[in-house]
């Protein structure tokens, strides 16, 4: 049979994430500052592991059983607390939804907003799997550059203009303003005023994906989230528990107005009924124990030195020319290294040659041909080679 003759034309739209892939070539004996992990050792997997414990035995009947589909009540009043504490301010659990990681949050998004043919923006580059998730709805996605403080709203202004003059359909732009994947770049608060007032101007909706903002190490407090200065209803706010407990959870949220909310447990219905109820009350649990509040700062040291470690490794060995991102939040460090060379090309020799792997630039560019530069993790690998 040829499958290929049964498949839709959305199937097509479907690419594998050039991560994911590389992530298969890496042995043991190669130093992979190409995946997206957090380290392990951040984990608090004693925690998790009492938790369970205690809600299997105080709460099976609730916890083993079907659910929802917005989530477990307990876990959306925690939350509700947890986001107060950063300026978060939502009604109540109305606005919340809880989704097995941002990742299906994403592709919710794309769900409920693309037509075919409609505009997105998104930051370039932007997190490579959010171009895939709103792909498959086959939107034309516009990459607006950034600079260290952030997308650049002049260059934003400009392009929503364009679009619009040229009688196109714009519908929301997506941004990770905080730590952002894949450059660690952190958008400064005017940028974040003038990214509102750009959107309330034009009447769009802001999809802000915030994994890092709960473990910023930088010195100074971070920016305000978009959704604390949010008075319009307008921005979609995503954030999950991959980054502060562990990512095997699979679980995310959003927080919105009810309306949006409404229509996220519409869309999350026919997609897989609700997520894992055990999962959900295991992390109301983490939260009303503050078991994750505890566990940031030591993730945030965690990050900390090993971004120092690379920072420190970059300077030391990289010739004239390169030139890197130095994060305050996030797990990555974006490198960009003189134009003659296509990092795409160069990762073959880097992986045979030298035992060292990193993910090529070129694929979390929405619509821009740069091949120089390359994202490198410094959160999974061990400060000392292992071999
Ligand atoms: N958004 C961004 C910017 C990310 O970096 C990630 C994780 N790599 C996600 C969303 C998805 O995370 P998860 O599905 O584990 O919540």
Known sequence: MNINEFLSDRSKLMKASEIRELLKWVTENVISFGGGMPDPSSFPAKEIMEVTKDVLTTKAEKALQYGTTGGVLELKEELTKFMDKVGIKVD???????????????DIVGRLFINPGDYVITESPTYLAALQAFRIYGPRIIGVPMDEYGI???????????????????????????????TGITMSMERRKALLEIASRYDLLIIEDDPYGYIYFGDEEPPMRLKAMDSEGRVIYLSTFSKIAAPGLRLGWVAA?????????????????????????????????GVIERNIPRIKEIYRTKRDLMLQALNEYMPEGVTWTKPSAG?????????????????????????????????FYPNEDRHNDMRLNFTYPTPQADF
Do not use: C
């Open 152 to 182: 650049k709203v002049d260059v934003l202004e400009g392009v929503i203009k364009k679009v619009i003059e040229d009688g196109g359909k714009l519908k929301f732009i997506y941004v990770v303003p905080t730590g952002q994947n894949p």
């Open 331 to 363: 797990m990555f460090i974006w490198l960009t290294t003189p134009k003659k060379i296509d990092t795409g090309e160069m990762l073959g020799t880097a992986i045979k040659k030298y035992g060292v792997a990193y993910v090529p630039g070129k694929s």
């Open 92 to 106: 109540g659990p109305e606005n919340i939804i809880i989704t097995v990681g941002s990742q299906e949050a994403l």
């Open 257 to 289: 107005s009810d309306e949006v909310i409404k229509w996220f447990e519409l869309a999350k219905q026919s997609i897989d009924l609700h997520t894992s109820t055990l999962n959900q009350y295991i992390a109301a649990e983490l939260l009303r124990r």
